[in-house]
């Protein structure tokens, strides 16, 4: 089994700055692709960002340059930097990863998400 653990949403006035963070744990043999989509109330949920266990990175075009993806492979964490937050960042942020387990060969896991709300 494998749990994804979000941290880092919090409320914060437009413009601002914020560290989502999310840390695999369980019988964990490999974790591949990393990544964070979020949800919005009444919208679909959406690719942020994603890396790979090399660190090739992608993200959705509307958030280039504003939001960065990284990953500590040695802690099986992985962050989202969210600079010049606006309104339109609030959503539920979660964390999704790939990971090979002891029992399954691969698996797609989700965290509980952690609610970023960006309002003045």
């Known amino acids: 089994q494998v749990q994804l653990v979000e941290s880092g949403g919090v409320v914060v006035q437009p413009g601002g700055s914020l560290r989502l963070s999310c840390a695999a744990s369980g019988s964990i043999v490999s974790i591949y692709a990393m990544g964070w989509y979020r949800q919005a109330p009444w919208k679909q949920r959406e690719l942020v960002a994603a890396i790979t266990s090399g660190g090739g990175t992608n993200y959705a075009d509307s958030l280039k340059g504003r939001f960065t993806i990284s990953r500590d492979n040695a802690k099986n964490t992985v962050y989202l930097q969210m600079n010049s937050l606006k309104p339109e960042d609030t959503a539920v942020y979660y964390c999704?990863?790939?990971?090979?387990?002891?029992?399954?060969?691969?698996?797609?896991?989700w965290g509980q998400g952690t609610q970023v709300t960006v309002s003045s």
């Open positions: 999704n990863a790939d990971v090979s387990t002891i029992a399954t060969m691969k698996g797609d896991y």
